[in-house]
């Protein structure tokens, strides 16, 4: 009788509810997530700005910059599922409800945001300049 995984949580191999983990993952997804909105849209935003002075530097690199932080965020937010949801299963720990749902919103909504300033910022480079300088970073964008 008596109580499995001495934790808050019913049933076996659970372990006390690790909240300020999951506490600590919800606010990387939320913040993950607009910090990225927040960096991609300034880099679209220089890339505005400086294309009519600079065209070839900043359509080389407006999709770099995009990609890397596209990137970097892909690579944080699996650091951060890894410290803050699987490290304390591993310890025995319970985090409570499905968590690879909230692990693709950082990821998709960051692949939305990448693809939406790259494709907004060529068509306002287009509109500004209608020449051939948005060749640039769609040649980037496809290597």
């Given at each position: 009788?008596?109580?499995?995984?001495?934790?808050?949580?019913?049933?076996?191999?659970?372990?006390?509810?690790?909240?300020?983990?999951?506490?600590?993952?919800?606010?990387?997804?939320?913040?993950?997530?607009?910090?990225?909105?927040?960096?991609?849209?300034?880099?679209?935003?220089?890339?505005?700005?400086?294309?009519?002075?600079?065209?070839?530097?900043?359509?080389?690199?407006?999709?770099?910059?995009?990609?890397?932080?596209e990137?970097?965020?892909?690579?944080?937010?699996?650091?951060?599922?890894?410290f803050?949801?699987?490290?304390?299963?591993?310890?025995?720990?319970?985090?409570?409800?499905?968590?690879?749902?909230?692990?693709?919103?950082?990821?998709?909504?960051?692949?939305?945001?990448?693809?939406?300033?790259?494709?907004?910022?060529?068509?306002?480079?287009?509109?500004?300049?209608?020449?051939?300088?948005?060749l640039?970073?769609?040649?980037?964008?496809?290597?």
């Amino acid at each position: 009788g008596g109580r499995q995984g001495g934790g808050t949580n019913k049933g076996p191999a659970q372990g006390p509810w690790a909240w300020k983990h999951q506490s600590a993952w919800a606010l990387w997804v939320t913040v993950g997530s607009l910090g990225t909105w927040v960096i991609v849209y300034g880099v679209a935003l220089a890339y505005t700005i400086f294309a009519p002075s600079y065209p070839a530097i900043a359509g080389a690199l407006m999709p770099l910059l995009i990609n890397l932080v596209e990137a970097a965020t892909v690579a944080l937010t699996a650091k951060a599922y890894d410290f803050f949801v699987v490290s304390p299963r591993r310890a025995g720990k319970s985090i409570r409800g499905d968590q690879k749902q909230p692990l693709m919103v950082p990821i998709v909504t960051t692949h939305a945001y990448a693809e939406g300033a790259k494709l907004t910022a060529l068509v306002c480079a287009g509109v500004r300049d209608p020449g051939v300088s948005f060749l640039v970073p769609v040649a980037v964008g496809v290597v």
